[in-house]
């Protein structure tokens, strides 16, 4: 059975830190993944897109790096507007099907 | 960028009854996906919908509960018939990426259901 899990599930930073979380993916067939933020009432927006193992992305505070079976993502200097629960997602089909992982809520504080 | 609008943007339904929720999108696309969001959950698959052509359910999704239409590339709608209280969720519509995009999907904002 394809999943996703995300570790932590909960991350309170203060302003300023470093929010680090992760990943880790079980599926069947790998075609790449993706990286989603999505606030409260709102559909995920698209974050980066990573493709494969040793692959790495840096935009603006965002770094990730993808793993093997897993992918990390690095918030440098998080502000309050940072504060939303991200995802990723993991194409096992390669035309456009994504497993979602349960997220990881961030919510920082002033 | 695409953009994606939804109606309704939420709802109260009795159970036993149906909605169909529409979801427009601002440019062409072949493929549009249906997800659905329990509260606090991750996101579900229920299905792919191309124009000309039957829509593709994922395991545990079936025709009958989750009719969707696509008669043109810009827009499409989801019925949840039959409803129960198990249907309250959140359904979200999203496109395929756009050319050069690197695979990145976008969404609609999200209709949200609550069935009593």
């Known amino acids: 059975e394809n999943q996703v899990e995300h570790s932590p599930h909960f991350l309170g930073p203060q302003q300023g830190d470093v929010a680090s979380m992760s990943c880790t993916y079980s599926?069947?067939?790998?075609?790449?993944l993706q990286w989603y933020r999505q606030n409260t009432g709102m559909g995920p927006k698209h974050l980066l897109s990573?493709?494969?193992a040793g692959y790495e992305k840096q935009k603006g505070r965002l770094n990730a790096t993808l793993l093997k079976n897993g992918s990390s993502l690095y918030i440098t200097a998080v502000q309050p507007e940072d504060s939303a629960t991200y995802f990723c997602?993991?194409?096992?089909?390669?035309?456009?099907?994504?497993?979602f992982g349960t997220g990881t809520r961030l919510k920082v504080l002033a | 960028s695409a953009v994606i609008s939804q109606k309704p943007s939420r709802d109260i339904c009795q159970r036993g009854t149906s909605l169909t929720i529409q979801c427009q999108v601002d440019?062409?696309?072949?493929?549009m996906f249906w997800y659905r969001q329990q509260p606090g959950q991750s996101l579900t698959l229920i299905a792919t919908?191309?124009?000309?052509?039957?829509?593709?359910?994922e395991s545990g999704f079936v025709i009958d509960k989750f009719p969707i239409s696509r008669p043109n590339l810009t827009f499409s709608t989801l019925t949840v018939s039959n409803m129960s209280p198990e249907d309250s969720s959140i359904y979200l519509c999203?496109?395929?990426?756009?050319?050069?995009?690197?695979?990145?999907?976008?969404f609609g904002p999200g209709t949200r259901l609550t069935v009593t």
């Open positions: 997602a993991v194409d096992f089909s390669g035309t456009y099907k994504y497993i």
């Open positions: 440019s062409q696309v072949t493929m």
């Open positions: 999203s496109v395929e990426p756009l050319a050069g995009s690197s695979y990145e999907q976008y």
């Open positions: 990573m493709y494969s």
């Open positions: 599926v069947s067939r790998f075609n790449n």
């Open positions: 919908a191309n124009q000309g052509s039957e829509a593709t359910y």
